[in-house]
C-alpha cells in the first residue's frame, strides 16, 4: 500500500515532473504488482471476487486519468498532484488512527465496488499514486473483509490498474515520458519489496503501516506546496512542526487502539479482526 504514493512524491522533489513521474511510477508498478499479486495469492491474502469486481473500473479510471494527466502543464500538473497526494496522505492518517471495530464477512455488491475502483483508478494516475490508499482505507472502513484480503486483493488488482494508466500515458506522452532508469530502478526494489510485504500484512497491523505511511507523504507533500507557491519561508516553520506533531499524535492514536484490541481479544472467542470505524 502507498508504494505508488511514496514513489511518486519523491520523484516530484527530485524534479521529475508530475507526469513523467506518475508515467514511470505506473510502468514499474506492472511487474511490481505482477510480483505482488503473486505473492499475496501465494500466501492466500486474495478474494478473486472483489479483485474482477474493482480492477476493470480501476483500469478504466487510470486510463482515464493519464490522459488528463498528460494534457495539463507542468506548472499546473505540480500543485494539483501534489495536493491529491496530501489529500492521501491526510486520509490514510484519519482512517488509521480511528477506533476499531469487528469485522463482520459479507460480500460486498458489484455497485460498491465498480465506483470505488472507477473513482481510484482515477486517482491514482492523476496523483501519481493512490489506488492502496483510497481502495484499501474504504474497504477495510466496509468491515466486511478481513484486512489481509482487502491488502492483497487491492493489490493484485492493481496489476489491470497499472497496466492502463501506462498505455495511457505512452499514448499521451510517448516513450520520452517514461524515466527509464528511474522506472528500472523502482521495478528492481518493488518487486524485490514484494514477497516481503505479502508476508509482512500478515504480521504487521495494517493500521499502524497506514498512519506511519500517511504521515511520511502528508510531512513530504506539504513541503512540495508550500515550494510550489513560494511561501516556504514564511510558512515552514510553522506547517513542518504541525504536520510532525499531527503524524505523532495519530501514530500513537494507532498503537493505543491497537494494544487495547490485542488485550481484549483473548477474553472473547473467536472473534473476527479488527479494521478501522468508518
Do not use: C
Request: a positive charge; zero cysteines; hydrophobic letters at 55%.
Amino acid at each position: 500500500m502507498a508504494y505508488g504514493v511514496t514513489s511518486s512524491t519523491l520523484l516530484l522533489i527530485a524534479g521529475i515532473s508530475p507526469a513523467a513521474a506518475s508515467a514511470s511510477v505506473h510502468l514499474a508498478e506492472v511487474g511490481t504488482t505482477l510480483a505482488s499479486g503473486i505473492s499475496h495469492w501465494r500466501f492466500g491474502n486474495v478474494d478473486w471476487r472483489v479483485v474482477r469486481n474493482i480492477a476493470l473500473p480501476g483500469a478504466v479510471g487510470a486510463f482515464a486519468g493519464a490522459t488528463v494527466l498528460s494534457s495539463i502543464s507542468t506548472e499546473s500538473a505540480i500543485p494539483w498532484t501534489a495536493g491529491i497526494l496530501l489529500a492521501l496522505g491526510a486520509y490514510l492518517l484519519f482512517r488509521f488512527a480511528r477506533p476499531l471495530r469487528p469485522t463482520r464477512p459479507r460480500e460486498l455488491p458489484r455497485r460498491f465496488l465498480a465506483p470505488l475502483g472507477l473513482f481510484a483508478g482515477f486517482i491514482d494516475a492523476t496523483g501519481g499514486g493512490g489506488w492502496g490508499p483510497v481502495a484499501t482505507p474504504t474497504l477495510l472502513a466496509s468491515g466486511s473483509m478481513e484486512p489481509r484480503k482487502v491488502i492483497g486483493s487491492v493489490g493484485t488488482s492493481e496489476f489491470l490498474v497499472a497496466g492502463a494508466a501506462s498505455i495511457g500515458f505512452l499514448l499521451g506522452l510517448g516513450s520520452e515520458g517514461f524515466v527509464l532508469p528511474t522506472v528500472a530502478a523502482l521495478l528492481a526494489g518493488g518487486v524485490i519489496a514484494a514477497p516481503i510485504a505479502a508476508w509482512l500484512v500478515r504480521h504487521v497491523p495494517a493500521q499502524l503501516l497506514g498512519a506511519f505511511v500517511g504521515g511520511l507523504i502528508v510531512l513530504v507533500n506539504t513541503r512540495s506546496l508550500l515550494r510550489v507557491f513560494k511561501v516556504e519561508p514564511e510558512l515552514g516553520p510553522y506547517a513542518y512542526p504541525l504536520a510532525a506533531v499531527l503524524w505523532a499524535v495519530a501514530i500513537g492514536f494507532s498503537v493505543s487502539a491497537w494494544r487495547r484490541a490485542r488485550a481484549a481479544q483473548p477474553a472473547v472467542t473467536a472473534e473476527p479482526e479488527l479494521v478501522p470505524a468508518a
